[in-house]
Each structure stands twice: as C-alpha cells, then as structure tokens.
C-alpha cells in the first residue's frame, strides 16, 4: 500500500529533443522521433521511492506512466525519463520539467497520449498534439490552475505501524464521510487509540490486549493492541492492519445507526463490520486518493480476516462468536465485490 504521489524531486537541466514525427504523435503508424535517445524510466511515489517502468524514448516512458495510471484508475501521475520529470493526467496531456515540479511556470506540455488498454474504448483521445522540434508547444503547465499543480506536501509513504494507523484511518474516514453524506446522514468519526499497555481503561470497562482489537460503542472509541497489530503488519502485511480498523469502524458505523441493536447475534453484527471492512477496501482499491494499493494488498486485508475466524466447533449462537474463517472471508469478499449496502442483508 503506497501513499499518492509527493513532488519534491530536484531535478537537473536537460533538453528533451523530439522530431515533430514522434510516436507519441503517430501512435500505431510507421513514423519515429528524429531521436531516438533513451532514458531509464520510472513512476514515482515520492523521493528515494519508485518503480521501474521500461526503458525507452521520452514518448514511450510517457506512455508507461499513463498506462500506469490507467490501470489503476487515478487521475494523474508522475514520472522521471532519466532526470526530467513527467506529469501525465488521466486524459494522456503529457507535462515535463526541468525544474522541482513545484512552480507552475516550469511546466511545459509535451504532447497527447492514448491509453495502450483504456477502459473505455468510446472515450479514449484521438485528438493527439504533435511536438515541435524541441519537443514543447506554446502552452505550459499542467493546468491553467495553481492549486491544481503537482502537490509538494504531500506526505511520504506509511513505512511504520503508527503512518499506516495515520493513513488508514483518514481513508477510512472518507469513505464513510463520504456515504453518510451521500445517505443525508450525520456522521460522527469515532477515536482510534492503539494503545502499549496490556490493560486499558474504557467507557467498556477495562479491556486486556489478549481481546484484541475491541470497539466500544460507550465512548465512541476503537482499541487496538499494539503488539496484536504489529503482528498483523510483520506477518500479514500493511493493508491487514488497515482492514482491521476497517472491521472496528465498521462497528462504530452500526452504533450510528440502528444496525447493531437490529442485528439479533453478535455474530451478525461481526459478519456485517467484516462486509463493512470489505466495501471500504473496494473504495481504497479504486476510488481513494490517499492510497494506491499494490498488487497483493487485498488479499493481505482477505487474510487478516480470515485467520482470525473462530475456533472450530464455537457454536454460532455464542455471544463471542464472530464467524468461521470461511464465513468472515465471504462476508469480506461481498463488501468488496459491491459496495456498504450490500453487506445489509443477511449475510449468513
């Protein structure tokens, strides 16, 4: 799981040199850029982190980082092609600078790209730009809007269990603000206290790390032990921690509204915050703009959910029960595969 981009790179002054028969002009046809020079390509994240795109022409690392962002359903991304970065919005406009990345000024639009897979073959750009010989054209900047430049603060990726805490929960928070106001509903974000101690006091009583992480609908407030979830994080990995508080503030979301006193047993009300977890995840997976999730991440927050299913022969009717691993795994996987409202039904 990495954060969105940070632009903070310092990059050193290069000429980018295309012929006006570029191929990012003439995609499919036979013509090629009078230079042929190639750079080590990469799509970044932030500074010192990165991944390696194929090496080739300016043209072809831009359409690398456009096909990235295709695939992953984002708005825009960022590149290097050797030291210059690359700024590629969703509908393939292709920006570089010489410069930080951070003043609109050094920005200077390169060409047009079409998706090599769009999602849309209807909606795909056959208007493309030729370049210049330099490789410009009159127009600069990535948008004629300041606050719409590559954002410098933007924080780095979540590498201890306190950042992917900090982040989850902010992303989580969308997700529900964003469907109670939706819904016309008033929200109300709960607190998330993960805590050293072994015992700690709540509005619930005292609650024992040996629970686990235990939401308390008394105090609006999520625990979490953090010798449990730094275990999640070391064995599982990042997103199962995410998916985790997902599970207790899908809790905090039943106490908002009558769902937790409709639902009978506890095991609904578990089997429910599970499918509340999985229909976040489908958000982070596709629609979050704090996250971007990698190849793996889903499957980590699956996991998590599944290994913590109850003990073999726990009757479903106790008051502790929470699901068999095979039950809170389905009840995950129907949030994810539809969205909160799927997970009010039955779902056992």
């Known amino acids: 799981m990495r954060r969105t981009w940070a632009v903070r790179w310092a990059m050193i002054g290069l000429t980018i040199c295309i012929g006006a028969g570029s191929v990012m002009a003439q995609r499919g046809g036979t013509g090629r850029s009078q230079n042929q020079e190639t750079a080590n390509c990469t799509w970044s994240y932030k500074e010192g982190y990165s ?3 194929p090496q080739g022409t300016f043209e072809e690392c831009a359409q690398a980082v456009l096909d990235q962002i295709t695939q992953f359903s984002l708005e825009e991304g960022y590149g290097y092609w ?4 690359i700024y590629v919005d969703s509908k393939g406009n292709v920006y570089y600078s010489k410069g930080d990345g951070t003043n609109q000024d050094d920005w200077v639009q390169a060409g047009t790209l079409t998706p090599s897979n769009p999602p849309d073959p209807n909606s795909q750009n056959t208007n493309s730009q030729n370049l210049n010989s ?6 600069s900047g990535p948008s004629t809007n300041p606050q719409d430049a590559p954002n410098a603060n933007a924080p780095a990726v979540p590498l201890t269990l306190d950042e992917i805490f900090q982040l989850g929960c902010e992303d989580i928070n969308d997700y529900w603000e964003g469907v109670f106001k939706d819904e016309k509903l008033s929200y109300s974000r709960p607190q998330i206290v993960l805590f050293n101690e072994r015992t700690i006091r709540s509005a619930c009583g005292r609650l024992d790390a040996e629970q686990g992480p235990v939401y308390c609908p008394n105090d609006h407030t999520g625990y979490f032990p953090r010798g449990f979830m730094q275990d999640q994080l070391d064995q599982v990995g990042d997103f199962a921690v995410v998916v985790i508080i997902g599970h207790e503030w899908g809790h905090s979301i039943q106490a908002q509204t009558s769902l937790m006193s409709d639902n009978q047993y506890t095991i609904d009300n578990e089997l429910q915050a599970d ?6 995840s489908q958000y ?3 629609k979050s703009v704090r996250v971007l999730l990698e190849a793996g991440d889903i499957e980590e927050g699956a996991n998590a959910i ?8 726990t009757p479903w009717f106790d008051e502790n029960a929470h699901g068999t691993g095979q039950q ?4 995950f996987n129907v949030g994810l595969q539809g969205d909160y409202a799927a997970c009010l039904k039955p779902l056992r």
């Open 306 to 313: 599944f290994l913590v299913g109850d003990p073999e022969g």
């Open 275 to 280: 499918c509340f977890a999985g229909a976040y």
């Open 51 to 53: 991944v390696d795109l």
């Open 328 to 331: 809170r795994l389905n009840a």
């Open 134 to 139: 330099q490789g410009t054209n009159s127009q």
């Open 82 to 85: 050797g030291d210059i970065l």
């Open 284 to 286: 982070a997976k596709t």
